[in-house]
């Protein structure tokens, strides 16, 4: 049955950001697919995250990690943990970023390097250290989050821009390595969420409804709309999608 090739039963997930917003959302959504979750995130514990998961009857373990601050061996170790826990790993969800915004002429070199080192250096050396338990096993399942920054230029948003555009080429990148070996890199790329990321714009009454307004959906996204987008690519149905960056924006990009 083709609803059978989306179950994700006995798959263990690693997700970055897994404490809320889009992390969260996916890391329930992994679960109600059958998976059982290795969560990373900068907080102690992930209590409501975790809770909500064993609700779903699956197991979460957590790891406290500042990926703004973590080195590359600190980062090989957080995957090799999972792996060391659970016996094995089968995805990897790239979702922790953060988002600095000053003109260009005012932002700094910690803002460029914070953005950077979490949305990229941190991505990409996450991805080379899942892809040396994924090659072994001839299976994996690499989810980056990209952005619609990963196709346009923003304002006020030079790192994150830089780096969002560095997500697509790297999961490009890692699909010309890594698809001869069974192992599948994609990314998502989202629109507009409500998520802390955006607080700031959908308080900014003006802002918010110019965003809005260019959006055709009218509204804007939830971590629940990254959900079925997904639990597809980390499941045998996306067995042959390689190299995809997955608008999941409302319709932003096609204005």
Request: glycine share 10%; proline share 4%.
């Amino acid at each position: 049955m083709i609803l059978d090739q989306f179950r994700l039963d006995h798959k263990i997930a690693i997700i970055t950001g897994s404490g809320q917003g889009l992390g969260q959302g996916m890391a329930l959504a992994m679960a109600m697919a059958g998976a059982d979750i290795a969560g990373i995130d900068l907080g102690p514990d992930a209590p409501d995250t975790e809770a909500k998961v064993q609700a779903l009857g699956h197991k979460y373990y957590h790891q406290q990690a500042n990926l703004i601050e973590a080195p590359v061996a600190e980062l090989h170790k957080l995957v090799d943990n999972a792996v060391a826990h659970y016996g094995h790993i089968d995805i990897l969800i790239n979702n922790a970023g953060i988002i600095r915004r000053a003109p260009l002429l005012e932002h700094t070199e910690k803002d460029w390097d914070d953005v950077i080192q979490i949305n990229l250096k941190a991505v990409f050396f996450l991805c080379q250290a899942a892809a040396r338990h994924f090659i072994p096993q001839k299976s994996g399942k690499i989810i980056n989050i990209a952005s619609m920054l990963s196709f346009q230029g923003g304002i006020l948003v030079p790192g994150y821009t830089a780096s969002k555009s560095g997500v697509a080429g790297i999961t490009k990148l890692l699909t010309n390595e890594l698809a001869g070996h069974g192992i599948n890199a994609n990314a998502i790329a989202p629109g507009y969420m409500a998520t802390a990321n955006t607080s700031a714009l959908r308080q900014n009454a003006e802002r918010s409804e110019a965003i809005l307004a260019r959006i055709p959906a009218g509204r804007w996204g939830l971590p629940s709309d990254l959900a079925g987008a997904a639990v597809f690519l980390a499941s045998s149905a996306s067995d042959y999608v390689n190299g995809c960056i997955l608008n999941i924006d409302g319709g932003w990009l096609a204005r």
